[in-house]
């Protein structure tokens, strides 16, 4: 009798839960884009190297590599060879979310000749990170899910209870050219599909290659010269 009443309740409760969603405008799911490295790598060991571009090559830099994107910005630069991201997803509603590989928005942006700036690198030791991600070639423009064990996936599929969360990340490379771009992230709430836009707080990211400029290692707080042309 108890499980005949669950199977009739179940399905009544959750119609319940979505049709308030609806009256009361209250949205199933959150997506919270956490954009500052020293944040997305919180509690993992100093193994994340970092590079910037630059327009001029700086006195000083931060000690800590995860500091470096948000210092750049803050001087003018951005993120070189890599932009990571850690993203956040919070059920308020018992629901199954389905995440797609997202569609990539982007520009292909002018260097000028030669390249101005400079690609500034602080390298570390270390095993490679590798969390399960949407990887991002903009180069290519491709976008693909890879999982922890570095195989290849076609989405997320997430049975999430209320106040459950899940946490993935991003990873956007390119190894030339200056890419302005952000995301739309494509996910399916209760069979209900949404989009999610991902970017710099309501502008594009813009990420730089390496190749073709003089790169400079952070060594002994000193800067040394690395022509990556």
């Known amino acids: 009798m108890m499980l005949f009443l669950a199977a009739v309740i179940h399905p009544v409760s959750k119609r319940l839960e ?50 470096w994107s948000m210092w750049a910005k803050g001087i003018g630069g951005a993120d070189a060879a890599m932009t990571c991201l850690k993203i956040t997803v919070t059920c308020r509603e018992m629901v199954t979310v389905v995440v797609d590989p997202p569609k990539l928005r982007f520009e292909h942006l002018p260097l000028g000749e030669p390249p101005k700036g400079v690609v500034v690198t602080c390298r570390v030791g270390g095993a490679a990170v590798e969390p399960r991600r949407i990887q991002v070639d903009l180069g290519f423009g491709t976008t693909r899910w890879v999982g922890a064990d570095g195989e290849q996936m076609q989405s997320l599929s997430l049975a999430l209870d209320k106040g459950e969360t899940e946490q993935f990340y991003l990873f956007a490379s390119a190894s030339e050219g200056r890419h302005k771009w952000h995301l739309e992230l494509p996910i399916l709430v209760d069979g209900k599909r949404e989009v999610i836009r991902i970017d710099d707080d309501g502008t594009p990211f813009v990420t730089y290659g390496t190749d073709g400029f003089t790169e400079y290692l952070r060594v002994d707080d000193e800067w040394i010269a690395r022509d990556s042309s």
């Open 18 to 67: 979505a049709l308030s969603r609806r009256w009361y405008g209250v949205q199933a799911v959150s997506v919270h884009i956490e954009r500052d490295p020293s944040i997305v790598w919180a509690g993992f060991p100093n193994w994340i190297a970092a590079s910037a571009w630059l327009p001029e090559l700086p006195a000083h830099a931060p000690q800590h590599p995860t500091d």
